[in-house]
């Protein structure tokens, strides 16, 4: 009886795996939609036409049902229906917008009890997209203070090497600098190449979330400092439990914390604390004391902007995808930029509008000297392209804008090529 049981239980398993694999040989199933302008921009009242093809392993998928949803991104939508693929293709009468903007097209399908999506955002004048939010009458004030007072406090320097994260050419440790105020810390992970001589450095600021950070030793290795900092007082090389633990826990919602007062909102001491790794990379007795760049993406390329704003130190950024811009979007009937906060109305008051105005990424790139790299796609839901454009059309210094289409919240690796030899030109790289 035993014999037969594990006979059985072999087929079983057999016949489990045979059509898990047939499954995955049916798979992937993709959902592509163009729009009909090849680079999906379109001038005002200009109708556009979204094709959409459902694919399984390249062929076309027959009698798929799709539902679809058209409208301006991140707002209701202004057409919603459902239809039959016959032969696995359809072409949609997308509108126009009356409006500087994006209109997305979205459809879905389900097949085999698993759901799939794709989307496609098409421009409309994007260059003529204007800010929603304005520049407090002291604004600029407000920020000179804060650093005036934040240049008070004793910047405490410590420096740990991590040996196991050295390589023959780099040196890398933990530091951690005080901020803000008496007992608040910025920590980081500095990369520094072991040859004598002076270098030019990157400060690398980070995306949103809670996580631990290994440095660009890569990037140390060409003969360029580089600091990459977290944003939330804590070591930055923890285990990955700590920062679940945080996450979803004591920092749950911490880009809004303290939304209602411009002195004690979360990112003032996240803005200040790039400032103080500046102050800290110009200690460093291998800087050459002049030729420093920021770069981040999404709440880095935020960081990134911002801090070039505030510290004339800084001689170029790089900017992916920024998050912050133009938050106060959706107060006027437009997608807003992440944290997407004013999208819930419960949650607006007048002290919030008003202190969002201090640290919106608009006002810091109204402020920009020097030039930036900036890389972004139309298909972004965790910051919008409308948000984005209303940052970058109101910088008026020398800028770079490589646009990826079709991309969500990534960047293709021509961006991030593109991006490293812009660094690398202003830093003087080879």
Sequence with gaps: MNQLFQKSLALAIFVLCFSLTIFAAETPVKIAITADHEDWVYKLNEKVKFKVSVTQNGELLKNVKISYEIGPEKMMPTLKDSVILETGQLEIEGGAMQVAGFLRCTVKARIQETYFEGKATAAFNPEKIEPTTTVPA??????????????????????????NKCTDKVNVYQINVQNCKIGMRVYGILCVPKAPGKYPSVLEVPGAGVRPYSGFVAMAE?????????????????????????????????????????????????????????????????????????????????????????????????????????????????????PHAFNKPSFVTKEKVE??????????????????????????????????????????????????????????TEQQNKSNEFLYRQLNVK
């Design 222 to 338: 060409k003969g360029i400092i580089t600091l990459q900092i977290g944003i939330h007082g804590i070591p930055v090389t923890l285990d990955s439990l700590v920062y679940a633990n945080l996450r979803y826990g004591a920092l749950d919602g911490y880009n809004t914390f303290n939304l209602d007062n411009k002195d004690e909102y979360y990112y003032k001491h996240v803005y200040l604390g790039c400032v103080r790794a500046i102050d800290f990379i110009n200690t460093l007795p291998e800087y050459d004391g002049h030729t420093l760049a920021v770069a981040g993406g999404s709440q880095g390329g935020a960081l990134s902007i911002v801090t070039a704003a505030l510290d004339k130190r800084v001689i170029c950024l790089s900017s992916f995808y920024p998050a912050l811009c133009d938050v106060t979007g959706y107060l006027f009937g437009r997608a807003g930029g992440w």
């Design 355 to 412: 202190t969002s105005k201090y640290y919106d990424v608009v006002n810091f790139a109204k402020l920009l000297t020097v030039p930036g790299f900036y890389a972004f796609g139309f298909n972004d839901e965790s910051c919008p392209p409308t948000s984005i454009y209303a940052a970058y059309n109101s910088i008026t210094a020398p800028k770079t804008l490589l646009i990826a289409k079709e991309m969500g919240h990534a960047s293709t």
């Design 138 to 163: 002291d604004f600029i004030q407000f920020w000179d203070q804060a650093k005036a007072d934040n240049a008070k406090i004793p910047i405490d320097a410590q420096m740990t090497l991590l040996a």
